[in-house]
C-alpha cells in the first residue's frame, strides 16, 4: 500500500508540475502576444498623430492664406473707392466743360 501511495504522490506531482509549466508558459506566449499588440498600437496612434500634425499644419497655412487674401480684398475694396471718387469727379468736370461748351455754341 505505501507504493501506490509513492505512486499517487509522484503522480500528482508531476500532474502539478505539468499544470504549473502549462501555465506558465501560457502566461508567457500572452504577454508576448500583448507586447505586440501593444506595439500595432503605438505604430498606430503615431501614424495617427503624425496625419494630425500635417492636418494641423495645412490648416495653418490655409488661415495664412485667408488672411492674406483678406487684406487684399480689403485694399482693393479701398481702391475701388478711390477710382470711384475720382470717377465722380472726373463726370463733374465733364459736366462743367460741356456745360460751357454748350453755352458757347449758344452764343
Not at 508558459?25 to 508576448?32: C, L, Q, T, Y
Not at 500635417?54 to 473707392?81: C, F, G, M, Y
Not at 477710382?83 to 460751357?100: F, G, N, P
Amino acid at each position: 500500500m505505501e507504493t501506490s501511495i509513492i505512486v499517487s504522490i509522484i503522480g500528482l506531482a508531476i500532474s502539478t508540475i505539468s499544470v504549473s509549466c502549462a501555465i506558465y508558459f501560457s502566461s508567457k506566449n500572452s504577454k508576448a502576444a500583448d507586447t505586440k499588440e501593444v506595439e500595432r498600437r503605438v505604430a498606430e496612434r503615431t501614424e495617427t498623430n503624425i496625419k494630425l500634425d500635417n492636418i494641423s499644419k495645412n490648416t495653418d497655412d490655409i488661415k495664412q492664406n485667408v488672411t492674406s487674401v483678406q487684406r487684399d480684398l480689403q485694399k482693393h475694396a479701398e481702391k475701388i473707392v478711390e477710382v470711384e471718387s475720382s470717377a465722380k469727379q472726373a463726370h463733374h468736370r465733364i459736366d462743367t466743360l460741356e456745360s460751357r461748351f454748350n453755352m458757347k455754341n449758344d452764343e
